[in-house]
């Protein structure tokens, strides 16, 4: 009797010890690209590109994530905004849009893209390209 006792208030101290850890945010990644976008003023399209592209890169909060894209592409629609639209695609399993909106980033600004990203939606659009087959 004395055995069991003893082990019953062991297990409630030990069940305690853990019910006292505290839990912290589901993401908090999530929550400082929120602060990120909430500092930008409405026409910064880059920033909420870069808050999009974290989130979706992250895995975070993919429909936050499509929001701040499309304010970024109603602000400024460019190779960038649009790439990361496709990307958010893919992560999302939409292939065809998202080769779709990759072959748009490309021919939108295709004499002034930097050759990186020229050379990165190349690559994007190839390797889909053959999946789509």
């Not at 499509?66 to 905004?81: F, G, L, Q, R």
């Not at 748009?104 to 020229?118: E, G, H, P, Q, R």
Request: avoid cysteine; hydrophobic fraction near 40%; charged fraction near 25%.
């Amino acid at each position: 009797m004395k055995t069991l006792l003893i082990s019953l208030i062991g297990l409630f101290f030990s069940l305690n010890l853990f019910a006292a850890v505290p839990e912290y945010p589901e993401s908090n990644e999530n929550s400082e690209l929120v602060k990120m976008v909430q500092k930008a003023e409405a026409n910064d399209w880059a920033t909420y590109t870069k808050a999009a592209q974290l989130s979706i890169n992250w895995n975070a909060d993919l429909e936050l994530a499509k929001e701040w894209i499309e304010h970024a592409i109603s602000v400024d629609e460019n190779h960038d905004t649009l790439e990361v639209l496709g990307d958010y695609y893919l992560r999302t399993g939409d292939v065809q849009n998202a080769y779709a909106t990759y072959e748009k980033a490309l021919l939108k600004d295709i004499t002034s893209i930097d050759y990186n990203s020229k050379a990165r939606l190349q690559r994007k659009l190839l390797v889909f390209s053959k999946q789509l087959k």
